[in-house]
């Protein structure tokens, strides 16, 4: 087999800014990623995926609090279970597809993925990342003391509930997508960072109302199954110095330590690109090639042609 590379989805690739949240509209952007993804599997990649889940998990969280005296909520991890789930779906049929137009024969699964963190990670001390729906003052002062959530001011548009964001220690799961590569099947794994979970004292596992991100767990993904690419899809063709500047410059292919050392300069925002390109650096080190590219250019920038290439 050819070599194994494991692909990030940005939000893009499922739903974009503004536009109404319905299957039919997922599916229909849907279509692109998998094109690519059918079109790296006839150059004989071994291929496993992972997506952001943001606005589908928001809304299955307002599902939940808009019909709560009708069904109890769910908490968080199986909100994020459940966009696994559906998620999951809409991109294995419409890879299916693709794969089908292509009259190949690899096959593709969705692993539903608990990803497993400390319970003493020090974002659990700071809860910053805000999900869910807008509350009004008083509704967010009750809500902080009847279920002990952390609530944020969000930019003047209200208060949300804000969850900890914490580091992946390791992914489950990961034994078996070998295994299933091997079969010529495409693995969907990981989405939305996750289910977060921890290991009590005596090693039970636990669901956490937690939000793990997605650019850092593709990464430990990677790392788990033995990848020799890692990259992550986004909306923008390239990764840029003096981003957005007039004097922008695209990075096409650099070293671990070029990338360090724009990364000191503080080129790469911190809820963006920020993540990625530690991601990025922090796989390639391992003497292997982090890529940064945009959706509809995926297979070409693995032959070398487009995106950011960071090789160790
Ligand atoms: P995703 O859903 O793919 O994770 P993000 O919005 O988190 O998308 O990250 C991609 C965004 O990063 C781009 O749309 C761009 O606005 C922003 N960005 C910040 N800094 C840079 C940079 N130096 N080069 C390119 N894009 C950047
Ligand atoms: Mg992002």
Known sequence: MGERVVIALGGNAILRPKQEATVAVQLKNLETSAEQIARIEQLNYEVVLTH????????????NEVAKEVVPPAPLEVCNAQSQGFIGYMMEQTIKNALKKNQSNASVVTLYTQTEVDR????????????????????????????????????????????????????????????????????????????????????????????????????KMAEQVDADIFMMLTDVPNVYINYGKPNQKKLEELSVAEA??????????????????????????????????????????????AGTRIVG
């Open 52 to 63: 952001g889940n943001g606005p589908q998990v928001g809304n299955i969280l307002r599902q």
């Open 120 to 219: 003493k990670d020090p974002a659990f001390k700071q809860p910053n990342k805000p999900i869910g729906i807008f509350y009004d003052e008083d509704e967010a002062k009750k809500l902080a003391e009847e279920k002990e959530w952390t609530m944020m001011e969000d930019a003047g548009r209200g208060y949300r509930r804000v969850v900890p964001s914490p580091m992946p220690l390791s992914i489950h799961g990961m034994e078996a997508i070998s295994h299933l590569l091997e079969k010529n099947i495409i693995v969907i794994a990981g989405g939305g960072g996750g289910i977060p979970v921890y290991k009590d004292d005596e090693g039970m596992l636990h669901g956490l109302e937690a939000v793990i991100d997605k650019d850092r767990t593709g990464k």
């Open 260 to 305: 360090e050392q724009y990364m000191q300069e503080g080129h790469f925002a911190d809820g963006s690109m920020g993540p990625k390109m530690e991601a990025a650096i922090s796989f390639a080190k391992g003497g292997r090639k982090a890529i940064i590219c945009a959706l509809d250019e995926a297979d070409r920038a693995l032959q070398g042609k």
